[in-house]
């Protein structure tokens, strides 16, 4: 299992004992930002989903809050998104990178969420807080290379990009996983063309414009020796 804390706006903290993660696939609004996802990655080989949208299981305990990630090789890429996170007596909303293994991707979706972490922010909302103006809320991702922070721009859009909390809530609702300890990552939006996403470092943000209040998480990939045998 995995253990995350999460700070609210009003100082508060919540803690969470990870017991189900749920990752949501080709989860756009409008369906051409999906085929537009779908093209990318089908230039990557990835074939094409048989169900849109899509939900994979994770591994409970790759939900993480870490500023490493530790990678086998240099075709590895992360996407932006937020994640619902059900407490004991709340939902909470928070940013999130699910990192990807790309190579893996190729042969199985499912295979290459499991093979890295999904990062959540340190930071949430209550849902209930922001629920009137989730579509406003901003979602941006950045890269960077070497040592230097992630300042290129890889990822922008708002909420209203992607089905909404509530479409996943009512998922969950239906098979009986709207539990404590439940967290699902929303799916992605379309990279912009030309950018590097095989980079060595990621930061992804929400951001309220009716508040100015940003939430983010940031890390950098740390390759793993090679094996022997």
Not at 50 to 75: G, K, N, W
Not at 94 to 114: G, I, Q, Y
Request: hydrophobic letters at 40%.
């Amino acid at each position: 299992m995995s253990q995350l804390t999460f700070t609210l706006p009003d100082g508060t903290v919540d803690t969470v004992e990870v017991t189900t993660l749920l990752n949501a696939g080709y989860a756009g609004r409008n369906q051409e930002e999906v085929a537009s996802h779908i093209a990318e990655l089908a230039e990557l080989g990835v074939p094409a989903p048989t169900t849109i949208p899509a939900m994979y299981p994770i591994s409970p305990y790759l939900a993480q809050q870490t500023t490493e990630v530790f990678v086998q090789h240099d075709r590895t890429s992360g996407e932006a998104e937020w994640a619902l996170v059900i407490t004991e007596d709340d939902v909470l909303l928070t940013v999130a990178c699910d990192h990807t293994d790309r190579d893996l991707e190729v042969h199985s979706v499912a295979w290459s969420k499991n093979a890295a972490p999904d990062v959540l922010g340190s930071r949430a909302w209550r849902l209930s807080d922001i629920a009137d103006r989730l579509d406003d809320i901003t979602l941006s991702a950045w890269v960077g290379e070497g040592d230097g922070e992630p300042s290129t721009l890889i990822q922008t859009g708002t909420l209203a990009d992607l089905l909404a909390p509530k479409y996943w809530l009512d998922v969950l609702r239906e098979r009986g996983l709207h539990t404590p300890g439940t967290v699902l990552v929303s799916g992605t939006i379309s990279m912009r063309h030309g950018v590097n996403q095989f980079a060595d470092s990621w930061k992804v943000a929400l951001r309220d414009p009716s508040t100015g209040d940003e939430i983010s998480c940031s890390y950098r990939t740390v390759r793993m020796p090679q094996p022997i045998g």
